[in-house]
């Protein structure tokens, strides 16, 4: 009982030490934000912080770390064989009601005052686990123009998120996830050779 009451201690102070962090990205850069401000904001000392972490950087890598967890067990439910279909409905629903479930956090970590190599790791994460599987669905056999696909549909799915996260989410998960498949597809339409078009409009 003793164990389990320490673990839901700092539970607690972990989570309010994170929350304050996302409060002060609101406001600043990471690199102006210290220690100092986050325990006081959270309301313990600085001993305190430096048992849970070593500094505010190690505290917001914690919180990436953490969401870039869930984001890769979304993944893994969704292509347990590594592949992915022409359609992938299921897994883009997904991935958006959990951008939605975290929606502060996402758009902090996306926002002016988040990190780009949070970014720039999400962009990899995408590439290699969605785009790569789903461009052999789509038959795209010149490596040149999938680079550009690859490019113009990551960020273009990127900024669609943010602009999602900007409008507070006003379109449900279930809507943007329509919309991110439909410019998804129609964006891949003059790269897939005229033989697989053909024989798809024929089905």
Known sequence: ???ENMDRRVRKTRTMLRLCLARLLKEKKIQEIS???ISEMADINRGTFYLHYRDVYDLLA???????RQFNGI?????????????????ILELFSFIRENADL???????????????????????????????TLHIGNEKDYQYWYAFITDGCLGL??????NGTDLSPEEVADLAEKFITSGTAGL????????????
């Open 1 to 3: 009982m003793a164990a």
């Open 35 to 37: 220690v100092k401000e």
């Open 62 to 68: 914690s919180i990436e770390d953490d969401m870039f």
């Open 75 to 91: 993944l893994e439910r969704n292509t347990p064989s590594g592949e992915i279909t022409e359609r992938p409905s299921r897994l």
């Open 106 to 136: 996402a758009q902090i970590l996306m926002g002016p005052n988040g990190d780009i190599q949070f970014l720039n790791q999400l962009r990899e994460v995408f590439k290699d686990r969605i785009m790569v599987p789903w461009a052999k």
């Open 161 to 166: 998120i943010k602009a999602w996260l900007e």
């Open 192 to 203: 897939v050779p005229e033989e697989v078009r053909a024989k798809r409009e024929a089905h």
